[in-house]
Nanobody, 125 residues
């Protein structure tokens, strides 16, 4: 079983910066993706930023939601079991609960798809 612990959420004024971190622990052998998702108030969960194949240089891909391109940066470090999300120039629309997700293969060959409990981000005008 893989556990994810998120940190770094909080309250910030529009235009401010926050950094979210997620640390994975457990029996994971290989990562196939590391990502951040969010659930805005009253809306469905959506992908924010996802790193695919973080353990290899190519064809490693990084995908961002259009609304965060140029403002958010995701960093996935499979060696450190960590994925971070640097969020700059935050807007009120970035408010929501942010969830870390990792997918991969466990040490005994099972597919892993784990979610963190979520961390709240509140951006005020």
């Amino acid at each position: 079983q893989v556990q994810l612990v998120e940190s770094g959420g909080g309250w910030v004024q529009a235009g401010g910066t926050l950094t979210l971190s997620c640390v994975a622990s457990g029996n994971i052998d290989k990562y196939t993706s590391m990502g951040w998702y969010r659930r805005p108030p009253g809306k469905a969960r959506e992908a924010v930023a996802v790193v695919t194949n973080p353990e290899i240089a190519s064809p490693r891909t990084v995908d961002y939601a259009d609304s965060v391109k140029g403002r958010f940066t995701i960093s996935g470090d499979s060696a450190k079991d960590t994925v971070t999300l640097q969020m700059n120039t935050l807007t009120v629309e970035d408010t929501g609960i942010y969830y870390c997700n990792i997918q991969g293969t466990s040490t005994w060959g099972m597919h892993v798809d784990s979610w963190g409990a979520g961390t709240q981000v509140i951006v005020s005008p």
